[in-house]
């Protein structure tokens, strides 16, 4: 039985607390979309979206590489590793569609406000 490796734990949990870190809307910045993030500089939400997206894509194109190399035969490649890469874009695939679907209802809902 394959233990959890603490290292891999802590490395999540800090990306974990750096993408909380630049959520969090400190106060806009000029009128726009931008928010201060921790460092003290702005950061645009199309920027962090569009980072989350790719991270997103990262880890999906890793599980597919690890799936197409453990059906390839290579030694390497556990199937334990196959099983927990694809978790793992499963979850942030499943994560990206609830923010979508935030964004759509929120949308909505700015857009059917009677001025």
């Known amino acids: ?3 959890i490796d603490n290292n891999g ?5 800090a990306q974990i607390k750096s993408m909380a870190a630049q959520a969090n809307p400190a106060k806009a910045a000029g009128g726009g979309l931008g928010y201060e993030n921790v460092e003290g500089g702005t950061v645009d939400f199309a920027d962090v979206l569009k980072s989350a997206l790719g991270q997103v894509d990262a880890a999906q194109k890793k599980a597919h590489n690890l799936e197409r190399r453990f059906a390839l035969g290579d030694n390497s490649v556990n199937i334990s590793d196959v099983m927990i890469e694809g978790q793992k874009a499963n979850i942030a695939m499943q994560a990206t569609l ?8 929120a949308y909505s809902t700015i857009m059917n406000m009677g001025i």
């Open 98 to 105: 609830r923010v979508r679907d935030r964004l759509v209802s």
């Open 1 to 3: 039985m394959n233990r």
């Open 9 to 13: 734990i802590q490395e999540m949990l």
